[in-house]
């Protein structure tokens, strides 16, 4: 029996100096040792292995089967002791160890050696041969404190680390095991094997090369005392929804497997093989056998991607000079140039020394200060590049008194570095019509001096402009991206009152003023002749006009119901507010975000409650504003003579536009489910359905798709996909692991999203929602001196993202208002490049 963890103080406090100076000793020993044997060689395959020692009595070899070529000067050690019970996987997971080793490409192949003897760790030369120590281990103390003392020598001196499952129950009374581990079980989590759903997040680490995105397995599954996310880099997560996870569950993101770079050497754990026919599935060798190449340094892997303190937020822009907007106006918009430059927008509320005109017979009723600003990252410094005179500085009070016009999107020609063009999207002041409470929305180019950072606006060719009701607020949308092919998407909100539908359905065709309604997104969002509330696709000619590229949702002579009732710019409708899009030109596939209605609870009569919505879209359709949201969850038609009465449930399917206000098609396009949708109770709220496909709406039945988001006050920001360039040498450059993820996130901090998603390729733009996630709250953080209201985000050229906080007002700039740049610098995958084993594929 191993002495009592009472009678070993040390593992409960730091290092005392006497310690220090010998766990000094023992990694110069085992550094030594490991020059000679291979722990730390780079000397070809064909150098003779080290000499075995004599081997124990409880030791384990396979001598039979034939050393690996190319990879016999590898060597893994696995140890299984257990100072509580000897667990029944032990003989399964050596053998499957051993067979990995055997197997595979040469290069990769590796001999083990099996103790159960703890004082392999206390003797320097024998230990100093392995690449890497696999704990097979039952829980309990097994190590006395000179053998723990070896073991962090050996990992101090490069050495590598697999713990598997019960591991994570080994010396439970050493912080620096628990260091090494990563994370401790709850009491009495993992006790029966159930069959459950790990999503495979991290698609580059070699343990996860070739598994399937939703990896379906049976095992025992630990709930954790602390969540180690953040702290190590989390590969793998099991969804809790999928098995019964029983007291102490960890939530949404319950990490099983992850990998860290721990005091000098590398640390891979995995909760999974629990069991010992886990040892025979095809995957989970798999899974082991990346494991196993990277501790033994085979392999090199990236485990410091998601680790929080790897990433620094800078404040780029200081505060406004007292009425200048010198450094930034009303966030609401940004975009990266190829040479670093930020071009940043604010929509053209003035700052809180600026006057508000609120009434209609001033001829500068809500003229404000649309404003471009450009960010120079070899200089550091603004430069106010134009301000546009818009109708848009209006705030506060009344629905009928605030407004969301101005200038709403920038995008930069794919050749801006030669032409120096300049898209924006934006309301005009100059053409407002007072009397009929209309405006003109124009697209327009523009020519940027790009030795100035002065935007001529002289220059103006307005490519696309349509008409706009300004009587009441709101939704005006305005984001702007680029595909491959050149062709440039607009992003229009529905230019619809929120008011008059009970934060339901914006389908109140009564309110009107002087023939126009307000409040009827059906005559917009819904409605085929309508450039509103929907997603333009168009192709910019170098002459300033633009033509339209084939297989828009119309195109523009559709000859049903008479023709002339299609806008051919269309290429998605049925959209409330985005604000946001994003075209990821890898593939083309379109990201858009929208804000959904006000009501807080799903109602029985109308339908659901506010849905924030977030949408992969792989083609044209119709995303449901205002017939349905969600997963085709409908909402409930209402008409004249009296609003308030509700009529039928809305058909998803074969939904069709009977409003008055509606010049456009009766019969629509069907409608496409979205890919993430939110609301205050939870994400991906779903209910129970009818014989007719009529959700209940009652809030005690719904069940949440998406566990790991939460609504509130709720207003969607879009984000991009970021795509890792191996050739940028930025400083802040975000690592190869997020390539090809989905950030999205809410203007508001809280419980709201701000997050990188993964979806399914086979699911994606069909309705499928995402397949993983994980949170970016401590990479991006908020709190009031950080990134709290987030307005946009872009990944710039250097590989660093960029961000705008909205501030801490509303229809204007403050101090908080600012450009902040999010960057990496936790340096390179390991190990280094010149550390790789003998025989590894460089």
């Known amino acids: 029996m191993r002495s009592s963890p009472h009678q070993q103080p040390w593992k409960h406090r730091g290092l005392s100096t006497t310690r220090r100076r010998s766990r000094q000793a023992w990694a110069a020993g085992i550094a030594a040792g490991a020059m000679t044997v291979g722990l730390l060689a780079t000397s070809p ?27 016999s ?12 019970e000897e667990s029944p996987v032990v003989n399964a997971g050596i053998e499957a160890i051993e067979r990995i080793g055997l197997t595979g490409p040469e290069n990769q192949r590796f001999t083990i050696t099996a103790t159960d003897d703890a004082s392999v760790f206390t003797n320097d030369t024998r230990l100093g041969r392995f690449n890497a120590v696999v704990f097979l281990t039952g829980g309990g103390d097994v190590l006395d404190a000179d053998q723990e003392l070896g073991l962090e020598a050996y990992m101090e001196a490069g050495g590598g680390f697999v713990g598997l499952h019960d591991a994570a129950r080994t010396e439970p009374y050493s912080d620096w095991f628990t260091g090494l581990i990563g994370a401790r079980p709850a009491a009495g989590s993992g006790a ?28 025992k599954w630990f709930n954790w005392k602390e969540n180690p996310s953040g702290k190590v880099h989390t590969i793998a997560r099991v969804r809790e929804s999928t098995y019964q996870p029983g007291t102490g569950a960890n939530g949404w993101d319950h990490p099983v497997s992850w990998c860290r770079d721990y005091d000098g050497g590398r640390s891979f754990y995995t909760a999974m093989g629990g069991t010992a026919d886990a040892y025979s599935e095809t995957d989970f060798r798999a899974h082991l056998r990346g494991a196993l190449n990277w501790t033994t340094r085979l392999v090199r892997a990236d485990c410091k991607a998601t680790i ?3 990433y620094k937020a800078e404040r780029l822009t200081v505060p406004n000079q007292p009425g200048l907007n010198d450094q930034i106006g009303e966030p609401h918009g940004l975009v990266t140039a190829k040479d670093g430059r930020i071009l940043y927008i604010g929509r053209g509320g003035a700052d809180s020394s600026g006057p508000v005109v609120t009434d209609w017979n001033d001829p500068d009723i809500g003229k404000g200060n649309g404003e471009v600003h450009v960010y120079d990252p070899k200089t550091k410094t603004v430069t106010k ?16 008194i605030k407004v969301e016009e101005g200038l709403l999107g920038v995008e930069l020609d794919p050749d801006f570095l030669t032409n120096g063009w300049v898209y924006l999207h934006y309301t005009p002041h100059s053409k407002i019509d007072r009397d009929k409470r209309m405006a003109q929305r124009y697209v327009s180019r523009f020519t940027l001096d790009l030795a100035t950072n002065k935007l001529d606006l002289a220059s103006e060719k307005v490519l696309l402009q349509w008409p706009v009701q300004i009587h009441s607020c709101c939704h005006a949308g305005g984001g702007m991206s680029w595909d491959s092919k050149g062709n440039l998407y607009i992003a229009t909100g529905d230019n619809n009152s929120s008011r008059f539908s009970d934060g339901y359905s914006g389908n109140n065709p009564e309110p009107n003023y002087k023939g126009v309604s307000f409040a ?18 168009i192709h910019p000619e170098d002459d300033g006009t633009y033509t339209l590229p084939a297989g828009n949702l119309f ?10 009732k299609t806008r051919g710019e269309i290429y998605v409708m049925g959209v409330r507010n985005p604000a946001r899009i994003f075209v990821d030109q890898k593939t083309d596939i379109l990201y858009a975000g929208w804000v959904g209605p006000d009501a807080g609870q799903p109602s029985t009569t109308w339908g659901p409650a506010k849905y924030d919505t977030f949408a992969a879209i792989t083609g044209p359709g119709n995303h449901g504003w205002p017939y349905c949201m969600g997963n085709k969850q409908p909402y409930r038609d209402r008409n004249l003579p009296d609003p308030t009465k509700p009529l039928g449930w809305y058909d998803c399917n074969a939904p069709k536009n009977e409003s008055p206000n509606n010049d456009g098609l009766v019969k629509l396009p069907p409608i496409t489910s979205n890919t993430i949708w939110y609301s205050p109770a939870g994400g991906g709220p779903d209910f129970p359905r009818d014989a007719n496909g009529i959700p209940s709406y009652k809030a005690e039945e719904q069940k949440f798709l998406l566990p790991w988001l939460k609504g509130g006050g709720q207003a969607t920001m879009n984000g991009p996909v970021y795509r890792y360039d191996a050739a940028a040498t930025g400083e802040g450059k975000w690592p190869s692991y997020w390539d090809g993820k989905w950030f999205v996130g809410d203007f508001y901090f809280g419980d709201q999203p701000r997050h990188a998603i993964l979806t399914d390729p086979n699911t994606v733009g069909k309705g499928g929602t995402p397949v993983h996630a994980e949170s970016l709250k401590k990479i991006i953080p908020g709190g009031n001196d950080a990134i709290n209201n987030l307005m946009d985000w872009k990944f710039g050229p250097d590989g660093a993202l960029y961000v705008l906080d909205y501030g801490r007002g509303f229809f204007t700039s403050d101090a908080k208002s600012a450009l902040w740049k999010v960057g990496y610098h936790g340096g390179a995958a390991t190990p280094a490049a010149n ?7 460089q």
Do not use: C
């Not at 009827?520 to 696709?537: E, P």
């Not at 550390?835 to 594929?841: C, S, T």
């Open 835 to 841: 550390q790789l084993a003998r025989g590894a594929a």
């Open 192 to 219: 029966t094997t159930q069959r459950a759903t790990v999503e495979v997040g991290d698609r580059q680490h070699p343990a996860n090369a070739g598994l399937p995105l939703q990896w379906k397995r049976p095992d």
């Open 385 to 400: 590049a134009a301000s546009l005179s818009v109708f848009g500085n209006k705030g506060g009070g009344d629905e009928l």
């Open 45 to 71: 395959a064909t150098a003779r292995p080290y000499p075995d020692p004599p081997r124990t009595a409880t030791e384990q070899t396979t001598m039979s089967l034939p050393s690996p070529p190319g990879g």
């Open 308 to 310: 929080d303190s790897n």
């Open 73 to 84: 000067n590898v060597r893994v050690l696995v140890f299984h002791s257990s100072a509580t």
């Open 520 to 537: 009827d997104a059906r005559r917009t969002a819904g409605n085929t002749n309508n450039l509103n509330g929907k997603i333009l696709r």
């Open 555 to 564: 195109t523009g002579q559709e000859p049903d119901e008479g023709g002339g």
